[in-house]
C-alpha cells in the first residue's frame, strides 16, 4: 500500500525558514513525480513544487514551481527517489496553508486530483 508521511510543518515568524519532509513507501517511486501543493483557509489546493520521476518524458528528473515561491523555496530529492523535501526560506503570511505531499505519474496527473495524498502539515507564518 502506498503511503507518504509529511512532517517538519510548524509556526514562523515572517522572514524564517522551515524545511518540510515526505517520506514515501510501498513501491518505487522512481518513475513518479512527486510534489507539494498547499491549500490555505478559504482558498482551493494550489501546486507548489514538485521533483518529476525518471523517464522518458522530457521532463524526466526535472523540477518545477509555481511562480510565488520561485527563489524562496527548493525542492529536494533523494537519491533512492522516496524522500522529497521543501526547504521554505524568507516565508511570507501567504505561505500559510497546510502543505500536502503527493506523488502520481506526473503533475498533471496530482493535479487533476489523482494519485496519492498524504495527510497534511500545517504551516503558519506569522506577521
Known amino acids: 500500500q502506498v503511503q507518504l508521511v509529511e512532517s517538519g510543518g510548524g509556526l514562523v515568524q515572517t522572514g524564517g525558514s522551515l524545511r518540510l519532509s515526505c517520506v514515501a513507501s510501498?513501491?518505487?517511486?522512481?518513475?513518479?513525480?512527486l510534489a507539494w501543493f498547499r491549500q490555505a483557509p478559504g482558498k482551493e489546493r494550489e501546486f507548489v513544487a514538485a521533483?518529476?520521476?525518471?523517464?522518458?518524458?522530457?521532463?524526466?528528473?526535472?523540477?518545477s514551481y509555481t511562480d510565488s515561491v520561485k527563489g524562496r523555496f527548493t525542492i529536494f530529492r533523494n537519491a533512492a527517489g522516496n524522500t522529497v523535501d521543501l526547504q521554505m526560506n524568507n516565508l511570507k503570511p501567504e505561505d500559510t496553508a497546510v502543505y500536502y505531499c503527493?506523488?502520481?505519474?506526473?503533475?498533471?496527473?496530482?493535479?487533476?486530483?489523482?494519485?496519492?495524498w498524504g495527510q497534511g502539515t500545517q504551516v503558519t507564518v506569522t506577521s
Open positions: 521533483s518529476n520521476g525518471e523517464g522518458r518524458t522530457e521532463n524526466s528528473g526535472t523540477t
Open positions: 510501498g513501491r518505487s517511486f522512481k518513475n513518479f513525480a
Open positions: 503527493a506523488t502520481g505519474a506526473g503533475v498533471a496527473t496530482l493535479l487533476a486530483g489523482l494519485g496519492v
